[in-house]
């Protein structure tokens, strides 16, 4: 039985400030391989009752990449790498300056108040990134949040190369 393919995530804690678009993950595409999203997950641990959170799914060209609040490794989570176990895409989270160039792709309202999400992708209709040497949207991947109340949010990307 041939081994599976690689299988990564990228996780992330970020503070979440009211009303305030924020990229939590920013899962970028390497020059010769791209990453493929098998599941997302979201959660908040807001107390306070309010209107949902936007939770965005979005295409980024990375001609506006922002600023990472960090550059976590993906963690290798399944599968076999040949010489090591490291990633060839790349992730930023928790950005304090929001990449400007983005197109979106999927959407979801979740409420803050203990509210979580997770969308696994179906076998063959998982979003996949173009290699970071193409043109236009889709050199990264960025999952952004809206809340409408200060709250903290985790939140994780799973994919594949």
Known sequence: ???PSPGYTVCSTTAVIAATAQTV??????????????????????????????????LSS???AGTPGSSPAPQLIRGFVSGGS?????AGISYSAEP????LAKQWLVT???GQLIVQFPLGREPSGITSGGSGAGKAYALRITSPKACN???????EE
């Open 1 to 3: 039985m041939p081994s």
């Open 25 to 58: 993950i920013n899962l970028i595409s390497a020059t010769n391989d791209m990453p493929i999203i098998t599941e997302i997950g979201v959660g908040f641990d807001g107390t306070a009752a309010s209107a949902p959170a936007l939770v965005e799914l979005l």
């Open 62 to 64: 990375q001609a506006g």
């Open 86 to 90: 490291a990633a060839q895409s790349t």
């Open 100 to 103: 400007t160039v983005l197109t």
């Open 112 to 114: 803050p108040t203990g």
């Open 153 to 159: 949010c985790r939140a994780y990307m799973e994919f």
